[in-house]
């Protein structure tokens, strides 16, 4: 079956193609995204009905790489596709903020989106692509949705801003960064900079955001051409009572006000609302309340949703008392934890991470195996968020996918930041474990993990903080207000939250979600230099505790030293079968790792006792030494012949002292003058041109007896 296509290009010759109706025909919609060899299938299916008492958007996206779109095998004994990676989890993060806002808030069927690598272009990254699929799929369906959207990578090289660069070119760029968009607004934004500007952001999603509108249009037209999708599906999710609302409206907007208009903390706040819904209820009775608990509950949020909103946009003041600027109060420790390389304790108002560091050798390494990248990283940082952070009960599980995707965000803020192997010779392992939230815990992680990273001693090129933005806007009036540092209150009920992180000279990372159609770009660079000024005052803070990494590592941190030999020397210093290898750590009680890096041998050595590393230096160095006709070595007798002695003068080096060459006078017995162990010194007198083994005399070190 021949499906139906649309074509069109970056505007640089390279083309990208949408198929439908070719392949997955049973689902709702389903479409082909294609660039270069990279395939990708999306499907989407929404059931018919709602779940009962279901008052939410059940949406779930999965994005999936087979490895048989690379020609790879996957990886462990099973040879199967098995969880999704971290990798996956990330681009299914980042296409369902993109997705979600659009559907109709009062649509509650439960939808799937399955995004799916089918084929892939060594040089061309499907993630850059997966949005445009997963949207494609929506918009020739009959799913009610408010689309068409997409995604694409913005990088930046020489200069040069590149819409969905090549996979060879994003390691050469400073800027690499993910935005999702409509036709008329900007959604999503995540990406990792080599600390650029507030205005060189702005460029990139003007850039984005120009090719996004192509790739809308062209799933306009190809929608178009669908019978189905010209007619969405009818449903009714919700049933309302306009007079239960009214009534809730009356009782609770004013005591709401009264509550949101004081400073008040996180719980006292909930508490207080809770009592205003309860009292509501109260009032109605008590045969009635039953069958209208889902109602009361949804228009209490949506008048407490208005109310805030309006308090904060009228009082210009914030629901804990502070000005829309204004940071919370900020204490931070180090060294907390005695017997971790290192550890720091961030706390911001009602949101604390405690993070630990460990430092490890390349065998710590994090293997990567996935369809587009093999490869090791040595620098890992994990994200924990245990249930009493907000004072709850909750089945402790797996890593949610909000943990990976805020873990991911404070790893490149931090990465770029990290010196190269020749300064830092460790693979590290940042732990973030926070203890409370009530507002951005992911940039309690950076500043937490900026802190431990300096109190192990590692030579961070700057320290770098991060701050959570937010905003709340009123369409009619115009009125709009940017909040600094925002609550968990004000994410819910904000209309953009926007994390940035950085060090005083520029963004290393960000990440945001808005929610309100018409944010102009001037408004977004008012709220990047907002928290440009917040950003530095919480780095200011963090420098008050620890200026500058400490000068050494802590006393009980595994000590690296790095040798570097000739890459034909690698075999010797391991030895038949790793015996020199195993016999200089057990002998040591050091661990050494070697790499093969171009033409040399990268050797790290490692141990606790100094003495230990340079005896392995030693040993190395003898190994990789090249034997010298005059000179003196202090060899072992290997083993003994007839017609001479095997010494060995350097590891793996022996040569043949003759029988001859023992003594100056004669010998009769080889055993009786030398045994197998024995240390003796020998001269090295010949190096034969053709097979290259070596003479020693002993008797040229002995005086001469005297002639008669």
Same mark, same amino acid.
């Given at each position: 079956?021949?499906?139906?296509?649309?074509?069109?290009?970056?505007?640089?010759?390279?083309?990208?193609?949408?198929?439908?109706?070719?392949?997955?025909?049973?689902?709702? %919609?389903?479409?082909?995204?294609?660039?270069?060899?990279?395939?990708?299938?999306?499907?989407?299916?929404?059931?018919?009905?709602?779940?009962?008492?279901?008052?939410?958007?059940?949406?779930?996206?999965?994005?999936?790489?087979?490895?048989?779109?690379?020609?790879?095998?996957?990886?462990?004994?099973?040879?199967?596709?098995?969880?999704?990676?971290?990798?996956?989890?990330?681009?299914?993060?980042?296409?369902?903020?993109?997705?979600?806002?659009?559907?109709?808030?009062?649509?509650?069927?439960?939808?799937?989106?399955?995004?799916?690598?089918?084929?892939?272009?060594?040089?061309?990254?499907?993630?850059?692509?997966?949005?445009?699929?997963?949207?494609?799929?929506?918009?020739?369906?009959?799913?009610?949705?408010?689309?068409?959207?997409?995604?694409?990578?913005?990088?930046?090289?020489?200069?040069?801003?590149?819409?969905?660069?090549?996979?060879?070119?994003?390691?050469?760029?400073?800027?690499?960064?993910?935005?999702?968009?409509?036709?008329?607004?900007?959604?999503?934004?995540?990406?990792?900079?080599?600390?650029?500007?507030?205005?060189?952001?702005?460029?990139?999603?003007?850039?984005?955001?120009?090719?996004?509108?192509?790739?809308?249009?062209?799933?306009?037209?190809?929608?178009?051409?669908?019978?189905?999708?010209?007619?969405?599906?009818?449903?009714?999710?919700?049933?309302?009572?306009?007079?239960?609302?009214?009534?809730?409206?009356?009782?609770?907007?004013?005591?709401?006000?009264?509550?949101?208009?004081?400073?008040?903390?996180?719980?006292?706040?909930?508490?207080?609302?809770?009592?205003?819904?309860?009292?509501?209820?109260?009032?109605?009775?008590?045969?009635?309340?039953?069958?209208?608990?889902?109602?009361?509950?949804?228009?209490?949020?949506?008048?407490?949703?208005?109310?805030?909103?309006?308090?904060?946009?009228?009082?210009?003041?914030?629901?804990?008392?502070?000005?829309?600027?204004?940071?919370?109060?900020?204490?931070?420790?180090?060294?907390?934890?005695?017997?971790?390389?290192?550890?720091?304790?961030?706390?911001?108002?009602?949101?604390?991470?405690?993070?630990?560091?460990?430092?490890?050798?390349?065998?710590?390494?994090?293997?990567?195996?996935?369809?587009?990248?093999?490869?090791?990283?040595?620098?890992?940082?994990?994200?924990?968020?245990?249930?009493?952070?907000?004072?709850?009960?909750?089945?402790?599980?797996?890593?949610?996918?909000?943990?990976?995707?805020? %873990?991911?965000?404070?790893?490149?803020?931090?990465?770029?930041?990290?010196?190269?192997?020749?300064?830092? /010779?460790?693979?590290?392992?940042?732990?973030?474990?926070?203890?409370?939230?009530?507002?951005?815990?992911?940039?309690?992680?950076?500043?937490?993990?900026?802190?431990?990273?300096?109190?192990?001693?590692?030579?961070?090129?700057?320290?770098?903080?991060?701050?959570?933005?937010?905003?709340?806007?009123?369409?009619?009036?115009?009125?709009?207000?940017?909040?600094?540092?925002?609550?968990?209150?004000?994410?819910?009920?904000?209309?953009?939250?926007?994390?940035?992180?950085?060090?005083?000279?520029?963004?290393?990372?960000?990440?945001?979600?808005?929610?309100?159609?018409?944010?102009?770009?001037?408004?977004?660079?008012?709220?990047?230099?907002?928290?440009?000024?917040?950003?530095?005052?919480?780095?200011?803070?963090?420098?008050?505790?620890?200026?500058?990494?400490?000068?050494?590592?802590?006393?009980?941190?595994?000590?690296?030293?790095?040798?570097?030999?000739?890459?034909?020397?690698?075999?010797?210093?391991?030895?038949?079968?790793?015996?020199?290898?195993?016999?200089?750590?057990?002998?040591?009680?050091?661990?050494?790792?070697?790499?093969?890096?171009?033409?040399?041998?990268?050797?790290?050595?490692?141990?606790?006792?100094?003495?230990?590393?340079?005896?392995?230096?030693?040993?190395?160095?003898?190994?990789?030494?090249? /034997?010298?006709?005059?000179?003196?070595?202090?060899?072992?007798?290997?083993?003994?012949?007839?017609?001479?002695?095997?010494?060995?003068?350097?590891?793996?080096?022996?040569?043949?002292?003759?029988?001859?060459?023992?003594?100056?006078?004669?010998?009769?017995?080889?055993?009786?003058?030398?045994?197998?162990?024995?240390?003796?010194?020998?001269?090295?007198?010949?190096?034969?041109?053709?097979?290259?083994?070596?003479?020693?005399?002993?008797?040229?070190?002995?005086?001469?007896?005297?002639?008669?």
């Amino acid at each position: 079956m021949i499906g139906i296509t649309k074509t069109f290009d970056l505007g640089d010759g390279r083309v990208i193609t949408i198929e439908t109706g070719k392949l997955a025909k049973q689902a709702d %919609g389903s479409a082909v995204v294609k660039m270069g060899d990279t395939m990708l299938l999306a499907t989407v299916v929404a059931n018919k009905q709602a779940g009962e008492n279901v008052d939410f958007l059940p949406l779930t996206v999965e994005y999936r790489e087979k490895y048989a779109a690379a020609g790879k095998f996957p990886g462990g004994f099973f040879k199967r596709e098995a969880r999704p990676s971290d990798h996956e989890v990330l681009i299914a993060r980042l296409i369902d903020r993109a997705l979600r806002p659009l559907f109709p808030s009062d649509f509650h069927a439960e939808i799937q989106v399955i995004i799916t690598l089918i084929s892939a272009d060594n040089e061309i990254m499907p993630d850059a692509l997966a949005c445009l699929a997963a949207s494609a799929a929506i918009s020739v369906s009959d799913i009610p949705f408010n689309g068409p959207i997409s995604e694409v990578r913005v990088g930046r090289v020489d200069g040069k801003y590149i819409v969905n660069p090549v996979k060879s070119d994003i390691d050469n760029a400073d800027i690499d960064i993910m935005i999702g968009a409509s036709m008329d607004n900007i959604m999503m934004v995540e990406g990792e900079m080599k600390e650029v500007s507030e205005a060189e952001i702005i460029e990139a999603l003007k850039v984005a955001h120009q090719a996004i509108r192509i790739q809308c249009q062209a799933q306009v037209e190809l929608a178009g051409m669908i019978e189905k999708a010209k007619v969405k599906r009818t449903y009714c999710h919700e049933t309302n009572d306009e007079e239960l609302r009214k009534a809730v409206n009356e009782f609770c907007a004013d005591k709401i006000w009264a509550v949101a208009a004081r400073p008040t903390s996180k719980q006292e706040r909930a508490d207080a609302f809770e009592a205003i819904k309860n009292e509501f209820k109260e009032t109605i009775p008590e045969e009635e309340r039953a069958g209208k608990e889902i109602l009361i509950s949804r228009y209490f949020h949506d008048v407490e949703w208005n109310v805030v909103r309006q308090v904060v946009l009228t009082n210009r003041t914030r629901l804990d008392g502070r000005q829309l600027d204004e940071i919370r109060p900020i204490w931070c420790e180090i060294d907390y934890l005695p017997q971790a390389h290192g550890s720091a304790i961030f706390t911001r108002g009602e949101t604390q991470s405690l993070a630990t560091v460990t430092l490890g050798t390349k065998l710590d390494e994090q293997t990567i195996d996935t369809p587009m990248f093999e490869g090791k990283v040595n620098f890992i940082l994990h994200y924990n968020f245990p249930p009493f952070a907000t004072g709850e009960v909750k089945r402790v599980g797996g890593i949610s996918r909000r943990e990976i995707g805020h %873990g991911n965000l404070a790893m490149r803020a931090l990465k770029p930041m990290i010196p190269g192997s020749d300064i830092n /010779p460790y693979t590290i392992r940042i732990v973030s474990d926070i203890l409370e939230s009530n507002g951005s815990s992911s940039m309690a992680t950076v500043c937490a993990g900026t802190l431990a990273l300096m109190d192990a001693g590692v030579k961070m090129i700057k320290p770098v903080s991060g701050i959570a933005m937010g905003m709340i806007s009123d369409s009619e009036t115009g009125k709009y207000a940017i909040l600094s540092d925002i609550l968990g209150d004000e994410d819910h009920l904000g209309d953009m939250d926007f994390k940035v992180c950085g060090t005083r000279d520029g963004i290393t990372a960000c990440q945001m979600d808005i929610k309100v159609d018409g944010l102009s770009f001037e408004v977004l660079s008012e709220a990047l230099e907002q928290a440009r000024r917040g950003r530095l005052h919480i780095l200011g803070k963090l420098v008050e505790t620890i200026s500058e990494p400490r000068a050494d590592y802590k006393p009980h941190v595994p000590r690296i030293v790095k040798v570097i030999i000739p890459r034909e020397f690698i075999g010797a210093v391991i030895g038949p079968g790793g015996k020199v290898i195993q016999e200089m750590q057990r002998e040591t009680n050091s661990t050494i790792v070697i790499e093969e890096v171009g033409d040399f041998g990268i050797i790290d050595i490692v141990s606790n006792n100094k003495e230990s590393v340079e005896d392995v230096k030693e040993r190395i160095k003898k190994i990789v030494a090249i /034997p010298e006709i005059g000179e003196v070595y202090h060899g072992t007798v290997k083993n003994i012949t007839t017609f001479g002695a095997f010494v060995e003068i350097l590891p793996g080096k022996d040569g043949l002292l003759h029988i001859s060459e023992i003594d100056w006078t004669r010998v009769k017995d080889v055993e009786s003058v030398l045994k197998v162990g024995d240390k003796i010194d020998v001269k090295l007198i010949e190096i034969d041109s053709k097979t290259g083994k070596l003479k020693l005399s002993r008797k040229a070190l002995l005086p001469k007896p005297a002639t008669n």
